[in-house]
T-cell receptor, first 119, second 115 residues
Framework: AQKVTQAQTEISVVEKEDVTLDCVYE???????LFWYKQPPSGELVFLIR??????QNEISGRYSWNFQKSTSSFNFTITASQVVDSAVYFC????????????????FGKGTKLSVIP | DVKVTQSSRYLVKRTGEKVFLECVQD?????MFWYRQDPGLGLRLIYF?????MKEKGDIPEGYSVSREKKERFSLILESASTNQTSMYLC????WGQGLAGELFFGEGSRLTVL
């Protein structure tokens, strides 16, 4: 069963528009972590945020904001006043307890959302 | 500044060749990871190492092996490359104690094409 769903495969917006990237996750654990990573055309994934399951406070970092709602199992990412430099593939990921041979946590990535910001 | 360097950005190999993908990090991290990225499949963990000479299988280890002789270097080996191993390979690292619950630092990736 898919544990991280990013239903939007591709999104195009015009520069300065706001855009929200959706992420829905599935887990039975009470302790887990959620992440967002950005992958620009250069290829290197860049960490954006990590949120633990006990902290439902929304977070804002400049033009970026994240909305974590346990009731809907969602961890959505909003970019305000988008810029061309925001064009990238964005990955949501879930880390939950469970032996996977790679330590005591298992990390599952969503399939990614490709964001294109048009000037 | 944190840096994970993958030696080859683009490689083209023939079926049956032995392929080495090298990854070096300069952050003194204990944990290192190899992921494979394919369109529509996201990132999948191939192997993980939490110390020199230590390795653990990830979700898709078949057809791959790894080597960690020094703390800063983690190599992915394709003993006999096949066309279904054509993919983007991403190396990552993070400090001891974080593992897959912590922030990962990624390299720029190595795009391998097997003909």
């Amino acid at each position: 069963a898919q544990k991280v769903t990013q239903a939007q495969t591709e999104i195009s917006v015009v520069e300065k528009e706001d855009v929200t990237l959706d992420c829905v996750y599935e887990t039975r654990d009470t302790t887990y972590y959620l992440f967002w990573y950005k992958q620009p055309p250069s290829g290197e994934l860049v960490f954006l945020i990590r949120r633990n399951s006990f902290d439902e406070q929304n977070e804002i970092s400049g033009r970026y904001s994240w909305n974590f709602q346990k009731s809907t199992s969602s961890f959505n990412f909003t970019i305000t006043a988008s810029q061309v430099v925001d064009s990238a593939v964005y990955f949501c990921a879930l880390s939950e307890a469970g032996y996977s041979g790679a330590g005591s946590y298992q990390l599952t990535f969503g399939k990614g959302t490709k964001l294109s910001v048009i000037p | 500044d944190v840096k994970v360097t993958q030696s080859s950005r683009y490689l083209v190999k023939r079926t049956g060749e032995k392929v080495f993908l090298e990854c070096v990090q300069d952050m003194d991290h204990e944990n290192m990871f190899w992921y494979r990225q394919d369109p529509g499949l996201g990132l999948r963990l191939i192997y993980f190492s939490y110390d020199v000479k230590m390795k653990e299988k990830g979700d898709i280890p078949e057809g791959y092996s790894v080597s960690r002789e020094k703390k800063e270097r983690f190599s992915l080996i394709l003993e006999s490359a096949s066309t279904n191993q054509t993919s983007m390979y991403l190396c990552a690292s993070n400090p001891w104690g974080q593992g897959l619950a912590g922030e990962l630092f990624f390299g720029e990736g190595s795009r391998l094409t097997v003909l």
